[in-house]
């Protein structure tokens, strides 16, 4: 650790509740093959994808966010009454006015704080950075969840986009513990070249018209290679901002949980940060780029295949459009 840099200890919060909605309908490279022209050998080998799980018709993102959270509450025995605040992570909000979470908190049967926060895929971070700070500081158990249709915002004929993502939800309830520690995070932002990753038109920079239709302009795209290769060195480069401010070594680390966009780009982060390969957790190949969903449906992946103990110091890291970024420690005594 360098002189210059205090340590910073984490937030007194835990994770009491871990939930997840997956769409029960899913799409496998070779079922893509038969639409597009592309193989499961392709999609594979660039990105570690085999399948995604895709948003039935009329199914919306605050309808899998709604789902995830009810997942977390009876997993970790709350009561709706219980929750102070509601934080939907989301980038394919199902309105744009208004936010999802009062959708959400409505089919909760709450009345409690409810927002959104658009980070890209980096949201579910930077909401839980938020939520742990407002449990922290007196409000109590606030639900954090990630939700995603991003398969509603591609172009399903564009192949060099289409194939990446899937939807998808994840939730979790953070509560105050005097024994846990959540952090430090640190997060970031680089607004100067958003059309790295983007939907150039549908906004109120340009609104959607017929020639945005015509066009297809309200479709998301992205410069693949430079998405690649920024988010390698954001993720890595905040994560070991973290592991510096907690004073930690990487060979601390039992779990690292990044965004799940592609298994080269967690490859490189871990190889990058010196990381053993066996810590880096890989759910992308069964779900695809859920967003800000991404995280969460990692987490709780990891805790069903017996991989998250009380105690366990997990680095949390993540890239998306605007660019965001960001990482976080989280020690885990959580839901298990
Ligand atoms: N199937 C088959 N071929 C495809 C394809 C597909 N689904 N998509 C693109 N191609 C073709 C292209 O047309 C191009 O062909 P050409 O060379 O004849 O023009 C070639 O494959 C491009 O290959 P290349 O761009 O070199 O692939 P890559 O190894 O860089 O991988 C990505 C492309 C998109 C997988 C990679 O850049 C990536 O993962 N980027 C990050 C994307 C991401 O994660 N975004 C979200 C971050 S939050």
Not at 202 to 213: E, H, I, M, Q, S
Not at 225 to 238: H, I, K, L, P, S
Not at 294 to 299: D, E, F, G, H
Request: aromatic share 4%; glycine share 12%.
């Amino acid at each position: 650790m360098s002189a210059t840099t205090p340590t910073r200890a984490g937030a007194a919060v835990r994770v009491a509740g871990l939930g997840v909605r997956l769409p029960d309908r899913v799409v496998t490279n070779d079922d893509l093959a038969k639409v597009m022209d592309t193989s499961d050998e392709w999609i594979r080998s660039r990105t570690g994808i085999r399948q995604r799980h895709v948003a039935a018709p009329g199914e919306a993102t605050s309808d899998l966010a709604a789902a995830a959270a009810r997942a977390a509450l009876d997993d970790g025995g709350f009561e709706v009454a219980d929750v102070a605040a509601i934080v939907v992570a989301t980038t394919t909000p199902d309105h744009t006015v208004p936010g999802t979470a009062p959708l959400v908190a409505a089919r909760l049967g709450s009345q409690a704080a409810a927002f959104d926060i658009n980070a890209a895929c980096s949201g579910f971070l930077y909401g839980l950075r938020l939520a742990a700070g407002m449990t922290a500081t007196g409000d109590g158990a606030v639900l954090v969840i990630g939700a995603e249709t991003l398969t509603r915002i591609v172009d399903p004929g564009d192949r060099s986009v289409a194939v990446l993502f899937g939807d998808g939800a994840g939730a979790v309830v953070l509560v105050p513990d005097d024994a846990a520690s959540f952090g430090p995070f640190s997060l970031g932002a680089d607004g100067t070249q958003p059309s790295m990753l983007w939907t150039a038109a549908g906004g109120t920079r340009r609104p959607f018209d017929a020639v945005v239709l015509e066009e297809g302009s309200h479709y998301l795209t992205m410069r693949g290679g430079d998405v690649y290769r920024n988010a390698v060195a954001r993720m890595a480069q905040a994560s070991r901002e973290v592991l510096e401010q907690a004073g930690l070594k990487v060979s601390d680390v039992d779990l690292f949980i990044g965004h799940q966009a592609n298994v080269r780009i967690l490859d490189a982060v871990a190889s990058r940060l010196g990381l053993a390969p066996e810590r880096n957790h890989v759910s992308v190949d069964r779900h695809g780029n859920t967003s800000a969903a991404s995280i969460p449906l990692a987490l709780a992946d990891a805790r069903d295949q017996g991989r998250l103990h009380d105690g366990d110091t997990v680095l949390l890291a993540a890239f998306g459009a605007g660019l965001t970024w960001g990482a976080g420690l989280l020690s885990w005594k959580g839901a298990s």
